[in-house]
């Protein structure tokens, strides 16, 4: 680390940047990103003034600049290893491969990793264990036991669960990590919802809210719990996702909007009842994105980058304590 404390890294599988807004706000310089979705790409660019580098598989991994923490919230994909010894070799073919690859070139002093909860228990957790293996015996690197992490928990207003990995180059001499605690201080959909009343095009149809509810009768008859959600706006909302319903998961009842002519093509008048999905804005919200943060793609793609994205408060109390470790180490040089 240089220092005055300041530090870089690079952002892999940045998306549109949650990792980096981050490790940013606690001192870091961000030396090279890696996004292949090109309207993830534009949104980037708008926010951080530069273009990700496209597909991961086709960075050599000798053009990777040296940096101090690796930073990547890499997709979970199944793993080969059946029969095999659960190392290097069994990641081939995989993404995680390629995060691999680069720390055992560059060497950076520290991993943070992110990952859907799923992760902990995929193939019976025979994943996960093939992932820590690599970082720990292959690659020489300590890792603390992956800790689940809910936004809830740090300020927002999302049940939102993810794995962290946090690691530590063993030459370092850290042998222990402790996550952050919880912030006590809870906060509402309400503290984050849209000051303004929404344009009309945020609001359901009756004919959608009425198939909303019949395929939602169907299933409960079934004795599964599919189906859209209306939250309270004095609690917390659902993890917000892509696709699945992710936005008929998180509706809430607004009613301050009076003039509720349709603007799109859909059918049927907007139902009475002010229900609403929420707004791009507010899911930002949700993921701990400033409103500066600019939004200029289409709501479609939107949500996919936002649903896609990461709870940057959750990292951000993360990244404090991560810097802290590598602070204590270079005290002691």
């Known amino acids: 680390m240089k220092k005055g404390g300041g530090f870089t890294f690079i952002d892999l599988f940045s998306g549109i940047g949650g990792i980096r807004l981050a490790f940013e706000k606690v001192g870091g310089k961000c030396v090279m990103s890696s996004e292949i979705d090109r309207f993830a790409q534009e949104t980037y660019n708008e ?14 991994e000798k053009d990777v600049p040296d940096h101090d923490i690796l930073c990547g919230g890499f997709p979970c994909q199944a793993f080969s290893i059946a029969g095999k010894r659960k190392g290097f070799g069994d990641i081939r073919g995989t993404l995680f491969f390629e995060v691999a690859r680069i720390i055992k070139e560059k060497r950076p002093k520290a991993i943070f990793l992110e990952n859907v909860k799923g992760l902990m228990n995929h193939d019976k957790g025979r994943t996960l264990s093939t992932i820590l293996n690599v970082l720990r015996n292959d ?22 669960e993810r794995i962290f990995i946090v690691g530590f180059r063993n030459d370092l001499g850290i042998n222990s990590f402790s996550y952050p605690k919880k ?31 019949r395929h939602k009768e169907r299933h409960s008859k079934k004795g599964n719990g599919f189906g859209f959600q209306i939250i309270d706006k004095k609690g917390v909302a659902n993890a917000i996702l892509v696709g699945g319903m992710g936005k008929e998961r998180n509706l809430i009842i607004d009613k301050r909007q009076k003039n509720l002519i349709p603007t799109t093509h859909i059918k049927g008048p907007i139902n009475r009842k002010g229900v609403r999905k929420m707004t791009p804005r507010e899911w930002a919200r949700l993921q701990g994105f400033p409103d500066s943060f600019k939004i200029l793609v289409s709501d479609a793609q939107a949500y996919k980058q936002f649903g896609n994205s990461v ?11 991560l810097i802290k470790s590598l602070k204590s180490v270079d005290k002691n040089e």
Do not use: H
Request: glycine residues 6%; proline residues 5%; negative net charge.
């Open 311 to 321: 709870a940057v408060s959750a990292i951000y109390a993360t990244a404090k304590e």
């Open 183 to 213: 912030n006590k201080k809870t906060i509402s959909f309400e503290d984050v919802m849209e000051k303004d009343p929404v344009p009309a095009k945020y609001y359901l149809s009756d004919v959608y809210l009425n198939t909303l509810k």
């Open 139 to 160: 690659l020489g690197y300590y890792v603390t036991d992956p800790q689940i992490m809910n936004a809830k928990d740090f300020g927002l207003a999302q049940n939102r």
């Open 47 to 60: 926010n951080f003034g530069e273009i990700p580098l496209g597909d991961i598989t086709k960075i050599d």
